[in-house]
């Protein structure tokens, strides 16, 4: 168990290193995050009064602005330079099938979901659980999509279920630390499921999420602290964006270690002080 301890300690000391190292050359995604949000913000006024195409048009553009997010990770990982204005243009069109396959894939049964327990008392127990179940076994989907060599978006979901079902303990222990605050708040169990729900709709694929889930996270812990509600905003607006890369970066960085080795290799290699 000691050794365990001490493995999963070193797994997120590389993956928090790392994210350092990422986040300083990424200083131009989290201004890119903010003109993203505030276009999708507007596109949601344009799509609004246009029912059915209006929604279609905005998952279109919901796609284009998380394949573009996934793709400025992607390049925050791995490259050894700043990211640059030129980054943020060329990556519109990256990943944007994936995002569109796997919103699609999801559409059907959560829409079936949603009529078939609208008549049923309780209706909005099995809705919340199957989105957190969803929420849980397609965690990792964003990563798998621009880490893992797929063939098809079937493959992303498989890859993912897997990859849960493997690293369960270390992928969601950082979320947890994150959450406590929001858990133990009077309303917590309602804030997070709802906030489970949302993401799990979606399996982190609605760029309003990969902004609302910091949100949530960042205003539990001021909440927690005592910081004053008219205080929190202002803070919330400048944390909200660096903190929601600052998680991604850390999620793509740990996804990187975790996958494709066991949680026996990764015992071994702490024993001959070797790195994965």
Do not use: C
């Amino acid at each position: 168990m000691g050794q365990l301890v001490s493995a999963t300690i070193e797994l997120y000391r590389q993956a928090l290193r790392a994210t350092g190292r990422s986040l300083v050359r990424s200083w131009m995604t989290v201004v890119a995050l903010i003109v993203f949000a505030l276009l999708f913000v507007g596109a949601t006024g344009i799509a609004a009064p246009l029912g059915m195409a209006g929604g279609l048009l905005l998952g279109a553009f919901n796609a284009l602005l998380v394949g573009a997010t996934l793709r400025l990770i992607e390049q925050s990982l791995s490259a050894a330079r700043t990211i640059q204005f030129t980054d943020v243009m060329e990556s519109f069109g990256h990943y944007f099938l994936d995002v569109i396959g796997v919103g699609f894939v999801l559409w059907l049964p959560t829409m079936v979901l949603d009529m078939g327990t609208q008549a049923n008392p309780y209706g909005q127990f099995l809705s919340s659980a199957f989105l957190l179940l969803l929420f849980i076994l397609l965690n990792p989907a964003p990563e798998v999509i621009y880490q893992v060599r797929h063939a098809s978006i079937l493959d992303v979901f498989k890859t993912s279920y897997d990859f849960v079902l493997e690293h369960w303990v270390e992928w969601f222990l950082p979320f947890a630390v994150l959450i406590l605050p929001v858990v133990l708040s009077p309303s917590g169990l309602r804030e997070f499921f709802a906030l489970s729900s949302r993401v799990g709709r979606g399996a982190g694929l609605d760029f309003f999420q990969i902004l609302i889930l910091p949100f949530t996270l960042v205003g539990g812990w001021l909440s927690y602290a005592g910081i004053h509600p008219d205080a929190q905003w202002m803070i919330l607006l400048l944390l909200t964006p660096p903190i929601a890369l600052a998680i991604l970066l850390f999620r793509g960085h740990l996804f990187a270690l975790l996958h494709g080795f066991s949680r026996r290799q990764r015992l071994f290699a702490q024993q001959f002080d070797t790195r994965p």
